[in-house]
């Protein structure tokens, strides 16, 4: 029985999020804090503050949405480079969409005591943008209760992102949602440069009703 690499980083993600709700110190050390990061070179940070959430509710939004987008970003991996090497590129893909949306995020935190951020937001953005990549026309239900085409939510998204990130008010780190989702958008067109075409002629063929 083949295994889902999502369903092991969920796994994983979901043990370690939990050590962390009842270990501050190991939330402490984990978190993204940009800071630290520049003063003792704590360069894992950048890696580890994706497998430790807030609470709960934030890791499973995570790993809810992470579920459904992230299978399919592996199974198109899976066959692109057919098997093992494609699993291996999709967990890469994963890590690597963690650590560079916080690039921008530790540039200009950097000097800030006070930041710190946590949670696999910058990874799970790369799989749902990667995936409306792939599959612009499907559609995404928020809450189960408003559905639109992928492309359409993820323009909104990206601009709802923008918006509140230049606002920089709740404590929600904004900049790794976008860039996260920008990574996933350039990682597929690297990788398929002919997706870029097929992207564009679906939606151009796209009737709301």
């Known amino acids: 029985m083949e295994i889902s690499a999502t369903l092991v980083i969920i796994a994983l993600t979901a043990l370690t999020s939990f050590q962390g709700f009842k270990n501050p110190g190991l939330i402490n050390r984990w978190m993204f804090t940009p800071y630290l990061i520049k003063e003792y070179h704590q360069w894992d940070r950048f890696a580890l503050s ?3 959430h807030k609470d709960l509710t934030h890791l499973l939004f995570n790993m809810f949405t992470f579920f459904f987008f992230g ?23 994963y890590l690597a969409a963690i650590i560079i949306s916080d690039i921008p995020t530790y540039l200009k935190q950097k000097g800030n005591p006070r930041y710190h951020a946590l949670g696999a937001s910058g990874g799970v ?3 749902v943008f990667a995936s409306i990549m792939l599959m612009p026309l499907a559609d995404i239900c928020l809450f189960g209760l408003i ?48 997706s870029a075409i097929s992207f564009f002629d679906q939606i151009k063929n796209y009737r709301p009703f």
Do not use: W
Request: glycine share 12%.
């Open 50 to 52: 994706g497998f430790i």
């Open 147 to 194: 559905c639109l085409p992928g492309f359409i939510l993820g323009v909104l998204f990206l601009i709802y992102s923008v918006v509140k990130g230049m606002q920089d008010k709740d404590g929600i780190n904004h900049d790794a949602h976008l860039f996260g989702a920008i990574f996933g958008i350039f990682f597929i067109l690297i990788l398929n440069p002919q």
């Open 125 to 127: 953005s790369a799989a």
């Open 71 to 93: 299978r399919i970003v592996e199974q198109f991996l899976e066959y692109y480079f057919n098997g093992v090497i494609g699993t291996v590129a999709y967990v890469i893909f």
